[in-house]
């Protein structure tokens, strides 16, 4: 029985005249109602929305785990199936004569400074340290607590959050959209890649749900990080400048916060006015340039030859472990033993980061698939998968590495561990030089920082609106852009005003969830579109070529 072509086209409703021309009123619409209700909901009764974020997280927390364990585990065999499977991985995300937008360096970078750069200045720093005192290791008496004997568990479980898994939801989402889009010729927005599955029903409300819950997790999801980076940004002008109305008992003051976040919403509209082959490659270059100088700063002047050990025997822990760290769940019994702090654990690092990285993967995967066109399977998904995975390796075994061993064998104490995760970097920037050239290192990562911040916010606003503009991405509609902008921004704000940084990352796991459930439809629609295309190819059928208007 010969199999049917593919859907080629999704006749998405836009608007012909007004305000909304060229975007779809019902998306555009439903997600600002959806976003101001929750802006006005925390700014006006912050207390309440506090309380019932919280409430409601908890329930999320106690039910979700097996879920989220689950998903992600089938992301990253999923990926990697097709990159190594010849028939797949072969297959360009384009049109035969389409070759890559851009080099392999900017790429790469605009990859890594959307996806993870900021987090990647918060944690790399703080996480081995956390884990270097309290990991699973350590609940279960295996490890000593800040021992020698730790140090390797402590990376093995930092590579974890920040390695494969985290970019496997990314290329999930990214390959998905640049497979549609660009070798069959459906808009470059979310509900296409659900095609497969239900077919011209997404071009009504189906279609506008998904899309809707696109936005809104994506909003969510960049809160999340633009707020840590914030948080971070207010530490880092305190250890510079020392201005006490920035700091209040080791701990950003909102009113800093709010500040930073002006600076990096104004900077972002701007960037995000210029489009992605200006601003967005010229800021991803500069920040990946800053990276490997903060690197090479930290390899001399650093732990070099700790952090480096630590590296190699990290990544063969965690690589051999990944299987059973990845599907292993700890479940509570409620007697407050190991088996509950066990749980305990894992919810707060582990099932904490996968939602983060599924809110996230909306605006990461379509901005992989926006700068993507022309690249094979293969290339994408180990470009998108084991590049970054790398960098993040390395920033933390060198940055943690360090931080570890001041704290293990160079007499730091507490001055790196005793203060709050924002600040530890610039701590330990403290502890390794004299006070004149630790301001002027911490003057060079707080740029870095503001670099990151700004890529990561104005990506986010150019991926809200191309979803808003039917897949459209040519960066129409200017006051548009400014109107996510300031509507992301306000976002922010409330809920760190509603709860601090507790509060964002509520908000991201609660719309983290029904996105959970689009990526695996995605993931699922995928596999059949290529199963369908190997049988249409046997029966001599074109799989790609979008036939000419």
């Known amino acids: 029985m010969t199999i049917k072509p593919p859907l080629r086209d999704l006749d998405i409703t836009t608007a012909d005249t007004g305000f909304y021309e060229g975007f779809n009123p019902y998306v555009t619409l439903g997600a600002k109602i959806a976003i101001g209700l929750l802006i006005v909901w925390a700014a006006v009764w912050s207390e309440t929305a506090g309380n019932v974020l919280t409430a409601v ?83 279960r008496g295996l490890t000593t607590a800040n021992g020698a004997d730790n140090v390797r568990d402590a990376f093995k479980w930092s590579f974890l959050h920040w390695g494969l898994s985290a970019w496997a939801c990314y290329a999930i989402v990214g390959l998905s959209l640049a497979f549609f889009s660009y070798a069959r010729g459906l808009p470059l927005t979310i509900r296409s890649g659900l095609t497969p599955l239900f077919g011209r029903a997404l071009e009504g409300p189906l279609g506008h749900v998904i899309d809707v819950v696109a936005v809104v997790a994506t909003i969510l999801g960049v809160a999340v990080t633009i707020g840590y980076g914030v948080s971070q940004f207010a530490s880092g002008v305190f250890y510079i400048t020392g201005a006490e109305w920035l700091m209040q008992d080791g701990v950003p003051t909102v009113s800093a916060m709010l500040a930073a976040l002006g600076v990096v919403m104004t900077l972002s509209v701007i960037s995000a006015l210029s489009g992605v082959g200006r601003g967005i490659k010229w800021l991803s270059n500069v920040n990946m340039g800053l990276s490997f100088f903060i690197l090479a700063f930290l390899l001399v002047f650093g732990s070099t030859l700790f952090a480096l050990r630590g590296l190699a025997v990290g990544l063969w822990d965690y690589l051999t472990a990944l299987p059973w760290m990845s599907v292993r769940l700890f479940r509570g019994d409620g007697t407050g033993g190991v088996v509950d702090a066990l749980a305990g654990w894992q919810g707060d690092w582990t099932i904490f980061y996968w939602a983060w990285w599924i809110a996230f993967a909306p605006f990461v995967g379509l901005f992989l698939a926006r700068i993507s066109k022309g690249r094979t399977v293969r290339e994408f998904i180990l470009g998108a998968m084991i590049a970054p995975t790398a960098m993040c390796c390395i920033w ?45 290192m911490s003057t060079v990562i707080v740029v870095l920082l503001l670099t ?38 306000l976002a922010i704000g409330a809920l760190l005003v509603a709860g601090g940084l507790d509060a964002i990352n509520t908000a991201m796991i609660i719309g983290a969830l029904p996105f959970s459930l689009v990526m695996v439809l995605m993931a699922v629609s995928l596999l059949k579109a290529l199963i369908r295309d190997g049988r249409r190819r046997a029966e001599g059928q074109d799989t790609t070529t979008i036939p000419a208007e």
């Open 396 to 440: 933390f075994a060198i940055a943690g590495g360090t931080a570890i061993d001041l704290t293990l064998n160079g007499g730091a104490g507490d001055a790196i561990t005793g203060v709050e995760i924002s600040s530890q970097l610039f701590a330990m920037i403290e502890v390794m030089l004299s006070p004149g050239w630790a301001v002027a």
């Open 452 to 489: 990151y911040l700004i890529t990561s916010a104005d990506s986010a606003i150019l991926i809200v609106n191309t979803i808003a503009a039917a897949g459209d991405d040519s960066q129409k509609g200017r006051v548009h852009i400014v109107m996510w902008g300031v509507i992301l921004a």
């Open 57 to 139: 997280r908890s329930t999320i927390d106690a039910n979700t785990g097996p879920w989220y364990m689950a998903i992600v585990t089938f992301f990253i065999v999923t990926a990697f199936a097709l990159a190594l499977t010849p028939a797949t991985g072969r297959l360009k995300l384009g049109q035969p004569g389409d070759e890559p937008e851009f080099r392999w360096f900017s790429w790469v970078s605009m990859m890594f400074g959307a996806g993870i750069g900021i987090g990647m200045l918060t944690y790399a720093t703080a996480e081995p340290l956390n884990h270097f005192g309290s990991n699973p290791e350590v609940i």
